[in-house]
């Protein structure tokens, strides 16, 4: 079952810092998810990154999987070779993608040839930049809602070297009957920190606010043009001892193509992961252990390509 959804609207400039902090807990506390207006990114960037993203899509396979993802994390993965909810028969999700990772690092990506895609490579180190900055402003903001200083996540180090992607998604329209039963991305939650995503408009994001529920809810959604639909990760839920929900979501295949751009917010590999003091006390104990967040990111991502 399916029903709307509306979601809180956080304006990122707004003057009232304070306020807009107290928004920001209240949607982490409730959905997990909130939409990010107001950020600075005009619709022309967003619009020549979807453009690139559907010229790569379009490439034949055989280009496509020269630069297939390498060990760094980078590069195209074809349909199918994602299992986002392993706890499932089905098999491969319905999407294929491209990973690009942190400018800091940029001899560990992958780029189309500049034959094929002269303007590629340059919209998307640009927006990966652009991206960076409204994340690392919101999560002052999320610091701050936490009743923390606005730069504790400079504090920790976190940004140091920070492994933030974007990743670009296209799930094709085209389904065969193999297909059935399957999902654009199966149920899962995010690893990081928070995620940052805009997508064509076309519909099919839905999210399960209660797991364990039975049947599940799933709530659709819906597409605020130029907004971001940012979401809680799982780190950021440790973080918080499951304060902030890192909230299960998926995509439908609906038999239409259908774009997307994430940007996950990850922090320097050596950040160590731990209950914030705010968010235990002796009659709410720590429900993690510390992690440091390169060893948590990479076992994540082991199980879902294994
Ligand atoms: O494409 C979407 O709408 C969501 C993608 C997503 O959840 C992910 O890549 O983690
Ligand atoms: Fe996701």
């Given at each position: 079952m399916s029903s709307g959804l509306s979601l809180p609207l956080i304006d990122l400039y707004s003057p009232d810092r304070a306020a807009v902090a107290e928004s920001i807990r209240q949607a982490c506390i409730e959905y997990g998810f909130f939409y990010v207006i107001n950020h600075g990114i005009g619709k022309g960037i967003f619009q020549k990154v979807f453009e690139e993203s559907q010229k790569f899509f379009s490439l034949p396979l055989e280009e496509k999987m020269k630069l297939k993802r390498n060990d760094a994390h980078r590069g195209y993965t074809a349909l199918y070779a994602e299992t986002l909810d392993t706890s499932t028969e089905f098999k491969g999700d319905l999407k294929e993608s491209f990973y690009i990772g942190s400018n800091s690092q940029d001899d560990l990506n992958q780029w189309p040839s500049e034959e094929s895609l002269p303007l590629w490579r340059d919209t998307m180190q640009s927006y990966h930049q652009d991206v960076m900055s409204v994340a690392k402003r919101l999560a002052s903001l999320i610091a701050l809602s936490l009743n923390l200083d606005d730069n504790f996540f400079e504090r920790i180090g976190a940004w140091d070297f920070p492994m933030a992607s974007v990743r670009l998604l296209h799930y094709p329209g085209e389904l065969s009957a193999c297909d059935n039963g399957k999902y654009g991305a199966s149920a899962h939650s995010d690893y990081g920190i928070i995620t940052l995503l805009v997508t064509d408009g076309v519909p099919g994001l839905q999210i399960c606010r209660?797991?364990?529920?039975?049947?599940q809810l799933w709530e659709n959604v819906h597409h605020v043009n130029g907004a971001f639909i940012v979401n809680v990760g799982d780190l950021l839920e440790r973080w918080t001892n499951c304060l902030f929900r890192s909230t299960l979501h998926r995509v439908l295949a609906i038999g239409k193509d259908r774009y997307s751009v994430a940007f996950f917010l990850d922090p320097n590999p050596d950040c160590l992961v731990e209950c914030l003091e705010s968010c235990c006390s002796d009659s709410h104990p720590p429900r993690f252990p510390p992690i440091r967040s390169g060893d948590y990111l990479k076992e994540r991502l082991r199980v879902t390509y294994s």
């Open positions: 209660e797991k364990d529920t039975n049947p």
